[in-house]
């Protein structure tokens, strides 16, 4: 078994963080799914080499409906030049080798609040939990944001590693994400287990690999 590392969520060059949902249905539509999405994001790295575009993580849900996919960038005009000029041919390749996939759309974060848990180590798990506030004020997005990261605090979960709590860009939802030991460790989260990453010529330090695989559940 392959263990790839997770993305670091909390560094210093990612001016934003892209998190979307593809809804596939069933497990095989899910693995063609992910190796269809990294396949296209490596090779279009590697063609035209956006010096923004940091790494692509993507992540099977446990009832093997949904793909997560998490993009980091330098920035979102930078993330927003580059899909208005290729997402649409990846996407129609995608479509038409895998039909039917359901997008209800990418979500700009930003990160609000990082909670490190004592003796916290990511590096052995492949596995994280998420959990969201949708369709709030903004001002429910941003109390439910630092109440979830003071919960973390005053009482870690067991083999949670280091977790990230985001807001949304328009400050409508809050996204948490907390690498775990074992799927129930966080309660009232979903767990997804990382397939595979993109890391883009921006990567640099964050150790990320190119289109490798993980485990499945």
Do not use: K
């Amino acid at each position: 078994m392959t263990t790839l590392q997770l993305p670091d969520l909390a560094r210093a060059d990612a001016g934003t963080t892209l998190i979307s949902e593809w809804i596939v249905d069933t497990p095989d539509r899910q693995d063609r799914a992910s190796r269809a999405l990294l396949r296209e994001w490596d090779e279009l790295s590697a063609r035209f080499r956006p010096e923004a575009f940091l790494r692509l993580s993507c992540f099977a849900s446990a009832d093997g409906r949904v793909l997560l996919s998490v993009a980091q960038w330098t920035s979102d005009d930078a993330h927003l030049a580059f899909v208005r000029e290729h997402r649409a041919e990846m996407v129609g390749r995608i479509d038409r080798e895998i039909p039917g996939i359901r997008r209800p759309g990418l979500v700009r974060y930003r990160l609000a609040h990082t909670v490190v848990p004592d003796g916290a180590g990511d590096d052995t798990t492949d596995l994280i939990a998420v959990a969201r506030a949708e369709g709030e004020p903004a001002s429910h997005a941003a109390r439910w944001a630092e109440d979830t990261a003071d919960r973390l605090r005053a009482a870690p979960p067991p083999g949670m590693g280091t977790a990230h709590v985001f807001v949304s860009e328009d400050g409508a939802r809050g996204l948490l994400y907390a690498p775990v030991a074992q799927a129930n460790a966080v309660a009232g989260a979903r767990p997804h287990r990382l397939l595979g990453a993109v890391a883009g010529p921006g990567a640099g330090a964050d150790g990320g690999r190119p289109a490798g695989r993980g485990s499945a559940f």
